[in-house]
Each structure stands twice: as structure tokens, then as C-alpha cells.
């Protein structure tokens, strides 16, 4: 059976490139980056380019890259090295409602520290408003972390005006840009983020790596305590082949991101409209004009989510019904009941995510099989 890719939000494929640069990384220049002998050089000289490649993607300078094990860790980083920098109990965080669940989560353990969370509402499309944001702003707030991109809906968030608020106010801005990053263009001077989280798995890269982008001159903020790796902000023997592989991804996700990111767009609208044309009793979630191109959420009135995803499996082709770290449970999406959605409307989305990889083909191929599979489960 042909099998169709459509979970791109979840991850990625490793691009054939990037397991090239990283073999050698395995196989002959094993050398731990710290060490002063040619393996440990080699291995210095590897993540030192990597770093370089990482930055570019995202118009940072290479001392401002932290490299992590993921986004979770970035986020994590960001938000409890900033609070353990420069909080104290009483301090305010701002986020938002829809923040991918290493930023909640993160938070939710912050109140238990005593810092106090403000989680932002969300208009129907997904997008938070700067003048509610404006108004929660007082002197006890030291942090405010808004995400790039939705994760489930694709939302872009209005970041810039956002940061430039909390600039304003001398607060410290962090973004979660794990699903924005090699999607759609990133400027860290443009936007004017303090912090920027990245993964690599989310752009054919490896998974297990990712980086914070640390603005110089800003407190740096520590997770994780032990030697003096990565200027002192996070401790470990660094995954030097995981992180020579997502300077690898970096370098290809800049040179694709206007034609692939073009291209990956049509695939999306024609899947968009097809669906729209073909089924009955649908809706779109998210912001049609402000949205990540490779995705759409779409309810299907009177369908199991759950259900359609695994009998598209069957047919297949790969969806989710959204974010894949929470697709353990029954519970309706948190994203879209923020944004106003039923819990019939919630409980009936999937999410299809697009990639570089994907073909006209395989649009229409989901376009044949979608319609009758809705009809079957609504009877
Ligand atoms: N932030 C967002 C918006 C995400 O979508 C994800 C993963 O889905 C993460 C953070 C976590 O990234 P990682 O899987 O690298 O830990």
C-alpha cells in the first residue's frame, strides 16, 4: 500500500543530507567537543559550523545559540532559567492560552513555585490581542512568552508587536518557534525576542536536538547544572552528530523556505478547498490569512476525529487530530475550546499537516478517499 505523510507537525522526515553530514559523526570523528585531542577538535569544529547554521536560519549570531535536546527543553529552558535568573516568588509570567503544552506545563510549575501566570484568551481564529496583552502588563511581570506558531491550527501570532511591548516595558520576550521555524521566515532582530525556541525534528532534522536562542546581554537562563558546556547554560556532553545534522536540516530549510514553503501553500489550499467542495458540514479552525502554509484543521460535524485518523490509517494516510504529545487522551483539544469551539466541533478536528515531500497526487488521492469515509462514519 502507498502510504501517505500528512503528520508534519508531529515530525518530520530526516532528509537523506542531513544523515550524510551526521554519519562521520558516529563512525570516525567520535571525539567528545571538549576534548583537545583531533577527535574532540573535530567534533568542536563539526558543532561550531553547526551552530553557525542554525543561527543563519534564524538572523541570530552563533554565541547566541544554546543547542538542547529539543524544543521541550528550550521552552523549559526559557521560562524556568529566566524565572530562576531574575524572578522571585510573586514575579508574573504572561503566556497564552494555546501555548504547546512544554510552555504550559512549565508555567503550571512555576505557580507551585509561587510566580504567578497570566494565560492570554484567544479570538476564534487563534490570535491573542496585543491591547488585552498591553492591559495585563504591570510592574510585577518579568517574562512574557507567546508562541510563533500554533502547533494545531497553524496560527501565527502577532510576535513582533508583542515583543516590542514587552520591550517597551523592559520585560524579557521569549517565543516558542519549534513549528514556525523553516515554514515560514524568522528574523530574531526583526521580531525582537529576547529567547527563541527551535527543534530540529520539525524540519528533517534529527529529533532529540534542538537550541534556545539566547540574546546577548540578557541574563542567561540555566536548566540543566553540571560542567561547563555551552557557555554555562546547559551542562552535557553535547550530541554532536544530532547537532551536526540539525545545522545540516538549518542550511536546507533556508534555502527551501520560499519555493518548498510556495509550493508546500498550494498543496494545502487545494486540499483546503477540495475538502470544502467535496464534504459537507465542515469548518476550517485556525486563521485563514495569518497561518502557517503546511497546515489545516478542519471539523468534520458528527465525526469522531479519533475514528476518521485511524480509518484514514487504514486507507494509508497519516493524520492527527493534533498535537501528537496529546494524542494519548480522549480529552478535547485545550487550542480549539480556547478558541471558542464546541466540544462536539473539537472532539470531531484532524490536523494535516504538509510537507516538502508531498505531491499533488497525494492530495488528490486524500480527496477521493476523505468524502466517502466521512459519509460511512456519520452513519
Ligand atoms: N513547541 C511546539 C509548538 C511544538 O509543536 C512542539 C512539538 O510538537 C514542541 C514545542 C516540543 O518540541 P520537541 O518535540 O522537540 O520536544
Request: with cysteine.
Amino acid at each position: 500500500m502507498k502510504r501517505i505523510y500528512f503528520d508534519n507537525n508531529s515530525t518530520t522526515r530526516l532528509h537523506p543530507e542531513v544523515l550524510e553530514k551526521m554519519l562521520p559523526y558516529f563512525r570516525d570523528t567520535y571525539g567528545n567537543a571538549s576534548s583537545i585531542h583531533w577527535f574532540g577538535q573535530e567534533a568542536r569544529r563539526g558543532m561550531d559550523r553547526a551552530r553557525e547554521r542554525v543561527a543563519n536560519l534564524i538572523g541570530a549570531s552563533s554565541d547566541e545559540i544554546v543547542f538542547t535536546s529539543g524544543g521541550t527543553e528550550a521552552d523549559n529552558q526559557a521560562l524556568l532559567g529566566i524565572t530562576d535568573a531574575i524572578g522571585k516568588p510573586g514575579s508574573r509570567i504572561i503566556t497564552t492560552a494555546i501555548e504547546h503544552q512544554a510552555v504550559l506545563n512549565s508555567c503550571r510549575f512555576l505557580e507551585k513555585k509561587g510566580f504567578l501566570v497570566t494565560y492570554l484568551p484567544v479570538d476564534s481564529r487563534g490570535r491573542i490581542d496585543t491591547g488585552t496583552l498591553a492591559d495585563s502588563i504591570d510592574d510585577d511581570v518579568i517574562l512574557i512568552s507567546i508562541m510563533l506558531a500554533n502547533n494545531e491550527v497553524g496560527t501565527i501570532q502577532p510576535v513582533r508587536e508583542a515583543a516590542e511591548l514587552a520591550k517597551s516595558k523592559g520585560i524579557l520576550f521569549h517565543t516558542d518557534a519549534v513549528q514556525a521555524a523553516g515554514r515560514i521566515p524568522i528574523d530574531v532582530r526583526q521580531l525582537g525576542v529576547d529567547l527563541l525556541s527551535l527543534s530540529g525534528h520539525k524540519f528533517h532534522g534529527p529529533k532529540g536536538c534542538g537550541a534556545l536562542f539566547v540574546r546577548s546581554g540578557i541574563p542567561g537562563p540555566v536548566l540543566i547544572h553540571g560542567g561547563h558546556h555551552e557557555r554555562r547554560m546547559r551542562a552535557g556532553t553535547e550530541n554532536v552528530s544530532a547537532i551536526v545534522g540539525f545545522g545540516q536540516a538549518s542550511v536546507l530549510a533556508g534555502m527551501r523556505l520560499k519555493d518548498t514553503y510556495t509550493l508546500v501553500g498550494f498543496l494545502r489550499d487545494r486540499l483546503e478547498k477540495g475538502i470544502l467542495e467535496r464534504v459537507a458540514g465542515v469548518k476550517v479552525n485556525g486563521c485563514p490569512e495569518l497561518r502557517l502554509p503546511n497546515t489545516l484543521n478542519v471539523s468534520f460535524d458528527d465525526v469522531d476525529a479519533q475514528l476518521l485518523v485511524m480509518n484514514l490509517d487504514l486507507m494509508g494516510i497519516a493524520v492527527s487530530t493534533g498535537s501528537a504529545c496529546q494524542s494519548d487522551t480522549r480529552e478535547p483539544s485545550y487550542v480549539l475550546s480556547a478558541m471558542g469551539c464546541s466540544i462536539e466541533q473539537a472532539s470531531s478536528a484532524i490536523r494535516f499537516s504538509l510537507g516538502a515531500d508531498n505531491t499533488a497526487e497525494e492530495v488528490d488521492f486524500v480527496l477521493n478517499t476523505l468524502p466517502e469515509l466521512v459519509e460511512e462514519l456519520r452513519h
